[in-house]
C-alpha cells in the first residue's frame, strides 16, 4: 500500500498474498471456468456496487493492521455500514457450483480478514461478512453471509498471520541480508570496458531517481553485466523489492543468468534469482489438463506447495534456473512450472520473457500490482519491444480454428456450442459476400458477428463449465481465440486497426477471410507498464531513432535518454557499399550474378568465416543455389524455415576458429541478432538488403495511421527506421572485441543516400565508392 517505509525488521503483505499463503490447500485445479478479463471484473464490481445504498455504502476501502512485525494492507470491496455487513466481492463465469471447497474457502479467509481489519478500524464489535459472487454474463448476484464477532475475527487474522509469521521473519532476515550483500557488491570483473561505466553510471541514476531510460550501447561492451550491476547497487537505497530482467530471446535470458551467478558468487549468495520459462517448456505431462484428476503433479500441489518451497530458497548457493527448479518440483511431486510461478512472490531477481510483465495477465505486473512491490525493470534488446508488444495486443480470427471447432467432438455432441458456431459461421459467411477486394479495413468490428462471437463464448465457456474433465482442443483454441479479440476491443482506440483479408491458409475456401484487431502503435498499453514500477532501463546496440522509440512503446515524457560511443575504431571494420546493385523486388533476379560475384571476390580475397543475409528464403535460395553452382569450392551452410533450437545450435557450431565458409541466413531472423561469433568464427557479413517491410496493403494502412499520428512520418516509421535497424543488428555480429577486424558488403544503391546513411553507427567508415573487386 502506498505508505512509509517499514522499518528494516517489518514485514508487509497484501491480504491476497497472505491468504494465497496460508489458506490454499488441495490439488492445482484450473478447471473452474473462463475467467473474467480484468476490465470485465473491474466493470463487475462496479455494477455490483452501483446497486447498493449509495447513502450508506463504501467501497474500495483502505485498511491495514499489525500482528507483531508484520504488517497486513489490503482493499476492502465495500461495506454497508446500516447493515453493517463487509462485502467480498468475486466475478465469475459459467456455474457457480462447479467451483473448488478449496477455492471457496479462500475467499473466505480473504472476507474474515478484511472483517477484522474493519471491526479494528472502526471499533465494531461483530458484523456480518458476505462473499458476492456477480455472475459476468447474466449479471446475476449470488451471496453467502456469515456472522462473525470481532474478537472471532481477530483470533482468525492472527491465526494466519502466526501461519505466516515464521516465513516473514525469515523474509525479512533475507532481505536485511540482500541489502547488506548488495551494498557491499564489487564488479564481477577487473575493471569496466570502454563505454560500460558509463552504461552503468546511467543505469544506477535512472534506477536511483526513479526514471525510465533509453539507452542505447554497442555490442561488445558488456550490456548485460552493464545495466545488472547497477540496478542491483541501487536496490538498497531505494528500497526495491525486485528486479526483472526482460528479454525476447532465450539467448538473453542465458547471458542474464551469467552475470547474475557471477555477480552472486561476488555478493556472497544473498541474492536469489528465478529463471521463469514457457510452460511448453516446462510441462512434464504434455497434454495432461491442469487438475489433480488428470496430472499427478497437480493432484495435492498445494499440499506439497510449503516444503517444496521453503527446499528451493533454502540454498543460498542455487540459482533458481529452469534446472533446479524441476529438481526441487520433482522430488516433491509438485509442477516445475507452477512451483516457478510461486517462487517468483519470493525471490529478488527474475530473468524471462517481455510477456510476462508486459502481456495482458502478465504474471509479473500481476504480483507487482496486488503486492504494490518496487520494482526495477531492465529490458534487453528493447528494439524488439515494439514488434512483440504489437502481437501480444493484436489477435486474429481464423476461418480454419472456427471449421475445426464446427467438426469437433464437442460440437457433435453440445447442441448449444453447435448452434453458436453455426451463428458465426453464418455472420462471417455474409461478411465475406460483402468485401469488395481482398483486404478491407472496417472502422469499427462488425456488430452482427461481434454478438454472434459474443454469444459463442459463452455457450463454449458454460459447456466446459458444465464438462470441466473434457475440454476440447480445437473449441478451446477457438475460443481462446475470440476472447482475445473481445479483450482487445474493451481497448479499441486509434492506436489499432480492424482489417479483414482474403486467408491465405493452405486449406482455406475462396472469398475466406482472416479478421484481425491489429495493434500498430503499442505505446497506450505500455505506458500503464511504465507507470507500474518505479524504474525502467530500456537497452539495445539499436535505438536509433530514439524518438521513433519513445512514440512507439509509450515512455513517459520525461524519459532519459543515453548514447554510448562505440569503443571500436574505424580501422577495425571496412564498409563497402555495392552501389551497382538493387535488391528491389523487381531487380531481384537480376541482382543474383553480381551478389554471388561479389561474395566470390571477397571469399577469395580473405577466407574464413561470413554471414550472408537476405530479405526472404526464397531470395537466400536461389542465391545460394547460383553460389553453389558457379563456386563450388566454397562451402555454405543454410538457414532452413523452422529450425529447432538444436538445429541452429548445429548450425552456428560450424563456424569454427578454422572453418571457412559463407553461412546463408534470412535478416531478421535467428542469426540476425543475439549470436556471439568473436574472432576468427565470423570475419564479415554480406547485406543483400535494406531489411524494409513488405509493401502490402497492411503496411500501407499502418503507414497511413502513423501518418495521423505522427506527423507526416508513415514510411519513416513503418518501412524505413524499423528495417534499417534490422540490418545494423544483424552487422554488428561481425566485430565483437577490440581485437576483431572484419569487413560488410551493404548489397543495394540505396546505402548510399544520405537519410539511410544517417542511421547507420557513425564510427562506421564507408567506402563511399565501388571498389575494384566489386567490379568484377
Not at 533 to 546: E, I, K, N, R
Not at 582 to 590: E, G, P
Not at 592 to 605: C, D, G, S, T
Request: with cysteine.
Amino acid at each position: 500500500m502506498p505508505d512509509l517505509p517499514l522499518p528494516d525488521h517489518h514485514y508487509r503483505i497484501a491480504v491476497r498474498e497472505l491468504c494465497a499463503f496460508t489458506a490454499k490447500s488441495g490439488d492445482l485445479d484450473l478447471r473452474f471456468t473462463p475467467a473474467p478479463t480484468a476490465l470485465e471484473g473491474i466493470a463487475g464490481h462496479g455494477k455490483v456496487t452501483g446497486r447498493r445504498d449509495g447513502t450508506s455504502y463504501e467501497s474500495e476501502i483502505l485498511l491495514k493492521s499489525h500482528y507483531q512485525n508484520l504488517q497486513v494492507c489490503g482493499r476492502a470491496d465495500g461495506f454497508d455500514t446500516k447493515a453493517r455487513r463487509l462485502e467480498e466481492i468475486k466475478t465469475f463465469k459459467g456455474r457457480l457450483d462447479r467451483q473448488s471447497p478449496a477455492q471457496r474457502a479462500l475467499h473466505w479467509a480473504q472476507a474474515r480478514i478484511y472483517g477484522w481489519l474493519l471491526c479494528e478500524a472502526r471499533g465494531l464489535e461483530s458484523l456480518d461478512i458476505a462473499l458476492v459472487y456477480f455472475d459476468i454474463d447474466s449479471e446475476r448476484e449470488t451471496l453467502f453471509t456469515e456472522h462473525w464477532s470481532a474478537v472471532d475475527l481477530r483470533d482468525f487474522f492472527e491465526a494466519q498471520c502466526r501461519l505466516f509469521m515464521a516465513w516473514a521473519l525469515l523474509e525479512a532476515a533475507h532481505r536485511r541480508e540482500r541489502d547488506a550483500a548488495l551494498q557491499a557488491l564489487a564488479f564481477s570483473h577487473p575493471q569496466f570496458r570502454a563505454g560500460q561505466r558509463e552504461l552503468a553510471e546511467a543505469v544506477y541514476r535512472a534506477t536511483t531517481k526513479g526514471r525510465v531510460l533509453l539507452a542505447q550501447a554497442p555490442t561488445g561492451i558488456g550490456k548485460t553485466v552493464g545495466t545488472i550491476f547497477p540496478a542491483l547497487k541501487a536496490m538498497p537505497g531505494q528500497r526495491i523489492d525486485k528486479l526483472f530482467y526482460l528479454s525476447a530471446k532465450t539467448s538473453g535470458r542465458q547471458l542474464a543468468l551469467d552475470a547474475l551467478r557471477e555477480l552472486r558468487d561476488e555478493g556472497r549468495a544473498s541474492l536469489r534469482v528465478l529463471e521463469m520459462v514457457a510452460r511448453e517448456k516446462s510441462c512434464e505431462n504434455p497434454g495432461s489438463a491442469c487438475h489433480g484428476d488428470a496430472c499427478p503433479l497437480a493432484s495435492g500441489f498445494y499440499d506439497r506447495l510449503p516444503q517444496a518451497r521453503a527446499d528451493a530458497l533454502a540454498e543460498p548457493s542455487q540459482l533458481l534456473d529452469q534446472e533446479s527448479v524441476r529438481s526441487v518440483a520433482l522430488v516433491h511431486g509438485i509442477c516445475p512450472y507452477y512451483l516457478s510461478q510461486e517462487l517468483a512472490r519470493w525471490v529478488d531477481v527474475v530473468v524471462g520473457d517481455y510477456n510476462y510483465f508486459f502481456d495482458f495477465g502478465g504474471l509479473l505486473r500481476a504480483l507487482t500490482q496486488a503486492n504494490e512491490w518496487r520494482v526495477a525493470l531492465l529490458v534487453d534488446e528493447a528494439h524488439n519491444l515494439m514488434d512483440r508488444a504489437r502481437g501480444m495486443f493484436s489477435a486474429t480470427l481464423s476461418p480454419e480454428a472456427l471449421k475445426l471447432a464446427a467438426q469437433s467432438s464437442t460440437a457433435d455432441a453440445a447442441p448449444r456450442v453447435k448452434k453458436a458456431l453455426a451463428s458465426v459461421k453464418r455472420q462471417w459467411s455474409a461478411l465475406n459476400k460483402a468485401q469488395v477486394g481482398d483486404y478491407a479495413v472496417h472502422e469499427a468490428f462488425p456488430s452482427s458477428l461481434l454478438n454472434a462471437l459474443t454469444q459463442c463464448v459463452q455457450s463454449i465457456g458454460e459447456h466446459f463449465a458444465d464438462h470441466p474433465d473434457t475440454l476440447d482442443a480445437d473449441v478451446h483454441g477457438f475460443q481462446m481465440e475470440v476472447l482475445q479479440v473481445l479483450r482487445l476491443l474493451e481497448n479499441f482506440g486509434d492506436h489499432s486497426l480492424i482489417d479483414m483479408q482474403r486467408s491465405k491458409a493452405l486449406h482455406a475456401k475462396a472469398g475466406e477471410t482472416d479478421i484481425s484487431v491489429r495493434n500498430i502503435v503499442p505505446a497506450p498499453y505500455l505506458a500503464e507498464r511504465w507507470a507500474d514500477v518505479h524504474a525502467a532501463t530500456l537497452f539495445s546496440a539499436t535505438l536509433q531513432p530514439m524518438a521513433f522509440h519513445a512514440d512507439l512503446l509509450g515512455l513517459p515524457e520525461r524519459h532519459a535518454t543515453l548514447e554510448v560511443g562505440s569503443p571500436f575504431r574505424a580501422e577495425q571494420l571496412a564498409v563497402h557499399v555495392a552501389r551497382h546493385i538493387s535488391t528491389r523486388y523487381a531487380h531481384r533476379a537480376a541482382s543474383i550474378e553480381p551478389v554471388v560475384r561479389l561474395m566470390a571476390a571477397q571469399f577469395a580475397a580473405r577466407r574464413g568465416n561470413y554471414l550472408a543475409f537476405f530479405s526472404s528464403y526464397e531470395y537466400l535460395e536461389q542465391v545460394a543455389d547460383a553460389l553453389s553452382r558457379d563456386h563450388p569450392q566454397i562451402p555454405l551452410w543454410r538457414q532452413s524455415r523452422r529450425m529447432a533450437e538444436a538445429q541452429q545450435r548445429e548450425f552456428l557450431g560450424q563456424f569454427t576458429e578454422s572453418s571457412q565458409g559463407i553461412g546463408f541466413a534470412v535478416l531478421g531472423g535467428a542469426f540476425a541478432e543475439g549470436i556471439d561469433l568473436p574472432g576468427r568464427r565470423l570475419i564479415g557479413a554480406f547485406l543483400a538488403t535494406l531489411g524494409l517491410p513488405q509493401l502490402n496493403p497492411v503496411n500501407e494502412q499502418i503507414s497511413e495511421r502513423m501518418n495521423q499520428l505522427f506527423a507526416g512520418k508513415g514510411y519513416d516509421y513503418t518501412y524505413l527506421f524499423p528495417g534499417l535497424q534490422k540490418v545494423v543488428q544483424a552487422a554488428g555480429r561481425v566485430i565483437r572485441t577490440p581485437q576483431d577486424e572484419g569487413v560488410i558488403h551493404l548489397m543495394d544503391d540505396r546505402f548510399s543516400r544520405a537519410q539511410v546513411r544517417a542511421l547507420l553507427p557513425a564510427w562506421w567508415e564507408h567506402s563511399g565508392v565501388v571498389s575494384a573487386m566489386e567490379r568484377r
